[in-house]
């Protein structure tokens, strides 16, 4: 019995799993190797409600909540992590949408979200720093009823896939930090928008790459917040995304756990089944105990969101822990498997994709921070 999980839930649970093993799974190696994004995938995914279905009903969504969107979210990422980034982005960009952008502006593109007919990313990251989010040198300047748009984003999912992107840039001085911010809704068919992709290590069906910005025009109505207000007032929508990234994960961490207690259980050395040995099934056992407090706490911060209760230091503990507990309970799962698991298969496409994040999305060191200031205060803790 799962504290968090009714019967509902976990209906939909099953519901999701069905689609994602008959749907999602056959193809996860292939869409590895080739790096292209199943559109048509996508679109069924928007026709079972499978996205943003935290979304108002109005909106385009199901009105389910989000501890639905992380029930579903991690049924499609245990068939395929790279898939998966289609909720992921799809439940973040939706939040910031729907709380600071136009109605007329923003509803059409929610429309085609969630129906899976449009993929919208995020550009926040640049060349010259990561972790220091806030401090931001792509130039946003207000010419008339626009805004021009200038510099590069670097390191962002679907930067040659997406058909919009969520883009902070600089609009108020160096030295205003993080309230010289604005967030604004850019079309990627805009003249002046170019992107490439990386050849990265894991998730490479989803990619990622580079966004440059020469002399785009975006009209004002496409701001999301209030001008040089847009981190301070859009980032609030990371605690979100970060506890359904735990979900993300862990779900990859636990159908490797499943797959290898059967592997152990068949196979045999010296007249015994491997895991009769304490040295195989201890480090599964200690690992399979780990990955159910994760989970429990994942959901947990997305009970307390649908709970409009605050819940910024369970989703930063989310973010650090579980990416870097998936990636040593697919390296065990890995091992145990021995000269099998580290052939290209299953498991060692698990290890890469979910290594990424342990960088992406915010470092284990930040999300420690968070946690310190919101326990400590943010004064005990300064940057």
Known sequence: MNPYIDEDLAALGEHARRFASQRIAPGFQERDKTRVLDRALMAEMGQMGFIAPELPEELGGQGMGCLAAGVIHEEVARADLS??????????????????????????????????????????????????????RLRVERVGDEYVINGEKTSISAADQADATVVFGRTGSVESGARGVTALLVPMDLPGVTSNRFDCHGQRAIGRGSIF?????????????????????????????????????????????????????QREAFGKPLSAFQGV???????????????????????????????????????????????????????????????????????????????????????????????????????
């Open 213 to 265: 910005f020469e002399n785009v025009r975006v009209p004002v109505s496409h701001r999301l917040g209030d001008e040089n207000q847009g981190f301070v007032q859009v980032m609030q929508g990371f605690d979100f995304s970060r506890a359904l990234i735990g979900l993300q994960v862990l779900a990859v961490a636990r159908v490797a756990l499943e797959e290898t207690w059967e592997y152990v259980a």
């Open 281 to 383: 099934s201890h480090p599964l056992a200690d690992f399979d105990t780990q990955v159910e407090a994760a989970r429990l706490l994942c959901l947990q911060a997305l009970w307390l969101k649908d709970k409009g209760a605050p819940h910024s230091a369970e989703a930063a503990m989310c973010k650090w822990w579980a990416p870097k507990l998936a990636y040593d309970v697919v390296h065990q799962c890995l091992l145990s498997f021995g000269h099998g698991g580290y052939d290209r298969g299953p498991m060692e496409q698990r290890l890469r994709d979910v290594l990424g994040f342990q960088i992406g999305d915010g470092t284990a060191q930040i999300m420690k921070t968070i946690i310190a200031r919101t326990r400590a205060g943010r004064e005990a803790v300064p940057a």
């Open 83 to 136: 898939i998966s980034y289609i909720n992921l982005l799809a439940s973040l960009n939706a939040q910031i949408l729907s709380h600071h952008g136009k109605p007329e502006v923003v509803m059409p593109w929610l429309q085609r979200l969630t129906r899976g007919e449009a993929l919208v990313a995020i550009a926040l990251t640049e060349p010259r720093g990561g972790s220091d989010a806030a401090n931001l």
